[in-house]
């Protein structure tokens, strides 16, 4: 017997690793005899790039400017002329002082100093994995980083960060790093939003990063100024609102094409040929909710599975229902434990114990 265990990581709770581990342990405490193969995924977010590294790329850590100009030290991940860039890792909601949000000055600056990285590395294939962003800049602070100089009335640099952005009366694309030309970007991400309105970056995910409904306001009004100066229709492409528009300079500076960031990241980590001939796929997630649909790590690898007819079983923290779910079975930690805190504190034996019951099942088969 073959089961593939891919879990995304319990966000704040455990690595992907340290949960399909748990995983395995429950299931060789019934089944010692089967074959097991680990696989450490993400979709686009934290942890991806340790996914990938955990698969063959090769990690190299560079020290750049945070979300609010605070020195971070981030990775990329290189094999081959390819690069991986998590932007979590340098512009996320983690690398913020103190965990204090600013909706309105966080930049992706640093993002922009880990893609001239790995042009110095050799990359000429760049991913720009970038969910978990604090930015809301229309990704103006990596490419300032890259070379370009957005300046004021008075000729002068505007400061960073997307409130800043309505101040910019002028894009000067005369310093940008020339080897950009030759390079291929993919940005992968399965947010569909458009840069502005309703359904923009500042309207649907700026509260999310501690903007209140006045600086939602100035944000709008700060990309659409911003949008008005780079022209073009880029602002209306599917996934230009990603990353607090970030998507929208990829496509308009960087000549980037979309990819669903799952998909990326399973084909880095050849999870279809690592699954050839299993029986069984065990995935899981934090909490199996609505959005759990739209583009996240298990969902996309039960897309997989079903294509090649296999059961697959979810292990995840809680759920909000379940009913009707295409999955084999969800199991969640919540159902043994229900104080959630506890769950997140010490997953470990919860798993472990979920992984042996989806062994007893199989077994029964």
Request: a negative charge; glycine letters at 12%.
């Amino acid at each position: 017997m073959k089961i593939v265990i891919a879990p995304d990581s319990f966000k704040g709770s455990a690595s992907s690793s340290d949960i399909a581990t748990w995983i395995e342990a429950g299931i060789y405490s019934i089944i010692p005899t089967c074959e097991i193969v680990k696989i450490a995924i993400g979709d686009g977010g934290e942890g991806s790039l340790d996914a990938i590294v955990d698969a063959g790329f090769t990690a190299f850590t560079c020290e750049v400017l945070g979300p609010l100009g605070n020195p971070v030290s981030a990775q990329i991940a290189i094999k081959g002329e390819t690069a991986f860039i998590e932007m979590a890792q340098a512009s996320g909601l983690s690398q913020l002082p103190g965990g204090v949000k600013s909706a309105l000055a966080a930049s992706s600056f640093g993002t922009g100093q880990l893609i001239l990285h790995a042009l110095d590395k050799g990359a000429r294939r760049i991913i720009l994995a970038v969910g978990g962003s604090a930015t809301t800049d229309a990704g103006a602070g990596a490419l300032q980083a890259l070379g370009a100089r957005l300046t004021d009335g008075n000729g002068n640099e505007i400061a960073r960060g997307g409130g800043a952005l309505i101040d910019c009366e002028s894009i000067n694309l005369t310093g940008l790093d020339s080897r950009l030309a030759d390079i291929s970007f993919i940005l992968a991400s399965d947010v569909q939003n458009p840069l502005l309105g309703s359904h923009g970056a500042a309207h649907v995910f700026s509260p999310q990063k501690g903007a209140s409904p006045e600086q939602v306001e100035l944000l709008e009004k700060s990309l659409s100024h911003f949008a008005s100066l780079v022209g073009g229709d880029c602002a209306d492409r599917a996934g230009a609102g990603a990353a607090g528009g970030f998507g929208f300079m990829a496509y308009a500076f960087l000549r980037a094409t979309a990819a669903s960031g799952i998909d990326v990241i399973l084909d880095l980590v050849d999870f279809d040929a690592r699954s050839i001939g299993a029986n069984y796929i065990i995935t899981g997630e934090g909490r199996f909710d609505s959005q759990s649909v739209k583009g996240k790590a298990p969902w996309g690898i039960l897309q997989r599975a079903v294509k090649s007819s296999i059961p697959t079983f979810l292990i995840c923290g809680d759920a909000d229902t379940h009913q009707g779910s295409p999955f084999k079975e969800v199991l969640t930690l919540t159902s043994i434990e229900p104080d959630i805190d506890r769950c997140i504190s010490n997953p470990a034996p919860l798993v472990t114990q979920l992984g042996a019951e989806i062994a007893v099942r199989i077994s029964r088969r």
